[in-house]
């Protein structure tokens, strides 16, 4: 996608702080962090949302969670916890229709909305 800042991103088009990457999926740090760790974890094919996904990217959604463990042991996080957020769709408060995992921790986080 051409004007997809997260694509910009993974194809090197515009700078990240890159922390994880394979073939599939990609993490870096979010540019406004609301957590002393606040990290993005996306794959690297472009779809839009939770909403868009098809029946063949549920492989690549379900290793993401596996990515974020990793990540989380790798910024120190794992043994106390963390939060994640997909933010989806217009009610859901999706800014960048690049589906995003928010993984956040290095504090307790704050307010639960459920
Ligand atoms: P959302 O509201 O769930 O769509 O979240 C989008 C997130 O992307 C926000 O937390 C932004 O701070 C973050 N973001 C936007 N542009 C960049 C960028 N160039 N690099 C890193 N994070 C970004
Ligand atoms: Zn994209």
Do not use: W
């Not at 997809?4 to 990240?16: H, T």
């Not at 939060?83 to 995003?100: A, S, W």
């Amino acid at each position: 996608m051409e004007d997809c800042i997260f694509c910009k991103i993974i194809n090197r088009e515009v700078p990240g702080d890159i922390v994880y990457e394979d073939d599939e999926i990609i993490a870096f740090r979010d540019i406004h962090p609301c957590a002393p760790v606040h990290i993005l974890v996306i794959p690297k094919k472009h779809i839009s949302s939770l909403i868009d996904i098809t029946e063949e990217d549920e492989k690549v959604i379900g290793k993401i969670y596996g990515v974020i463990n990793k990540i989380a042991q790798k910024e120190g996080i794992l043994d106390k916890g963390y939060r994640v957020i997909i933010n989806c769709g217009e009610d859901g408060g999706q800014v960048v229709k690049h589906i995003h995992f928010h993984l956040l921790g290095g504090k307790k986080m704050g307010v639960k909305v459920c």
